[in-house]
C-alpha cells in the first residue's frame, strides 16, 4: 500500500481559493488511480474527484465540476487539488486516497475502491 500525506488546508473566505496536495510514499505511485473525497460534520463521506493513473481522464462531482481541477505530477509522486470560487458548504475534511489499478484511465467514484487514505486536512470556508 501506499502512504498519503494532505496538506493545504486552512481558513478562506467565500470565493476565496485553495490548494491541497498529497504526497504519496513507494515508488509505484503511478500505478494508482487518485480521488479526493470530503466529509463534513454530521455527513457521511462524499466523492469529489478522481483521476487516473496517466492524469487523462477525471471524473467530478456536479457540486464541484468548474470550480475544482485535480492534478497529478507521477514524477513527484503528488496529486493535487485546486480549489476556486470555494463556498460555506465545501466546508470539510478533504481526504485523499489511492486505488491500484492495472488501467491507464480507470476513475473510480466509490470509496470501497480505494485502499489507501490520508489523514485528512481541514478546509473551513467562511461566509
Known amino acids: 500500500q501506499v502512504q498519503l500525506v494532505e496538506s493545504g488546508g486552512g481558513l478562506v473566505q467565500a470565493g476565496g481559493s485553495l490548494r491541497l496536495s498529497c504526497a504519496a510514499s513507494?515508488?509505484?505511485?503511478?500505478?494508482?488511480?487518485m480521488a479526493w473525497f470530503r466529509q463534513a460534520p454530521g455527513k457521511e463521506r462524499e466523492f469529489v474527484v478522481a483521476i487516473s493513473r496517466s492524469g487523462g481522464t477525471t471524473y467530478y462531482a456536479n457540486t464541484v465540476k468548474g470550480r475544482f481541477t485535480i492534478s497529478r505530477d507521477n514524477g513527484k509522486n503528488t496529486v493535487y487539488l485546486q480549489m476556486n470560487s470555494l463556498k460555506p458548504e465545501d466546508t470539510a475534511v478533504y481526504y485523499c486516497?489511492?486505488?491500484?489499478?492495472?488501467?491507464?484511465?480507470?476513475?473510480?467514484?466509490?470509496?470501497?475502491?480505494?485502499?489507501?487514505w490520508g489523514q485528512g486536512t481541514q478546509v473551513t470556508v467562511s461566509s
Open positions: 513507494g515508488r509505484t505511485f503511478s500505478s494508482y488511480a
Open positions: 486516497a489511492a486505488s491500484p489499478t492495472t488501467s491507464s484511465n480507470g476513475v473510480y467514484y466509490n470509496a470501497p475502491s480505494y485502499g489507501s
